[in-house]
């Protein structure tokens, strides 16, 4: 029998998305796209973490993205969807500001 591979791509903490905040101020998002595989073969069985992407969205990416990672013969994709405001309203019941502390 002929060898068969094949990957399978996942992020590394489980999400299957991403909170893109850049336009508030925040620090671009980050997340790794992990790839294993596994083979038919009794001798080679599964292979964790082959390959891993590190995947940072520009402050304007939203929606879905398709990711494909490859090692060698093992390739998949994985789709994240990215969420990110449209807007931002700030409202304040009261104009006056004072500072914040806290008691002790």
């Known amino acids: ?3 068969h591979m094949h990957g399978f791509a996942y992020p590394s903490d489980g999400r299957a998305y991403i909170n893109n ?3 508030l101020g925040q620090l671009a998002p980050r997340m790794t796209v ?3 595989s596994i083979s038919n073969s009794p001798d080679l069985g599964r292979s ?4 891993s992407y590190l995947f ?3 402050e ?20 994240i969807d990215i969420r990110r405001p449209s807007t ?3 409202r304040a019941d009261d104009v006056a500001l004072s500072a914040v502390g806290c008691a002790n």
């Open 1 to 3: 029998t002929a060898e």
């Open 21 to 23: 905040f850049a336009l």
């Open 34 to 36: 992990r790839l294993d």
């Open 48 to 51: 964790v973490n082959v390959a």
């Open 56 to 58: 940072t969205p520009s």
């Open 60 to 79: 304007k990416d939203q929606g879905s993205f398709l990711l494909a990672v490859r090692c060698g013969n093992a390739s998949d994709e994985v789709t």
């Open 88 to 90: 931002v309203v700030l």
